[in-house]
Nanobody
Framework: QVQLVESGGGSVQVGDSLRLSCVGSGVSLSSTCVGWFRQGPGKEREGVAAISTGQSTYYADFVRGRFTISRDNARNTVYLQLNSLKVEDSAMYYC??????????????????WGQGTQVTISS
């Protein structure tokens, strides 16, 4: 059974950093595109970043330069480093697997298996 488990969220202040982790079981994350998404209260789920099998990375404009996605294949884990956090970054953050491993992007509808999410709350 394929499963994704996110962790690393928390409550921090503006300007702080967090590192989110997405651990896979029943699947080798290195063999597919893995994305990070977020959903704030009353908002639609939006793409944040994704990393392809070839280590290409994709970012939403609103996080470019602040967030970094990376892999640790030995740990079967994909990370999302969040720096210079803003209040508007507050959301539930999810990782997910692309339906087509070769088509890597940050469009939520193109992702299938999802984790349960980890909450990120930024206060001023």
């Amino acid at each position: 059974q394929v499963q994704l488990v996110e962790s690393g969220g928390g409550s921090v202040q503006v300007g702080d950093s967090l590192r989110l982790s997405c651990v896979g079981s029943g699947v080798s994350l290195s063999s597919t595109c893995v994305g990070w998404f977020r959903q704030g209260p009353g908002k639609e789920r939006e793409g944040v970043a994704a990393i392809s099998t070839g280590q290409s990375t994709y970012y939403a404009d609103f996080v470019r330069g602040r967030f970094t996605i990376s892999r640790d294949n030995a740990r079967n884990t994909v990370y999302l480093q969040l720096n210079s956090l803003k209040v508007e970054d507050s959301a539930m953050y999810y990782c997910a697997l692309a339906k087509n491993p070769r088509a890597c992007n940050i469009y939520p509808e193109r992702f299938g298996t999802w984790g349960q999410g980890t909450q990120v709350t930024i206060s001023s």
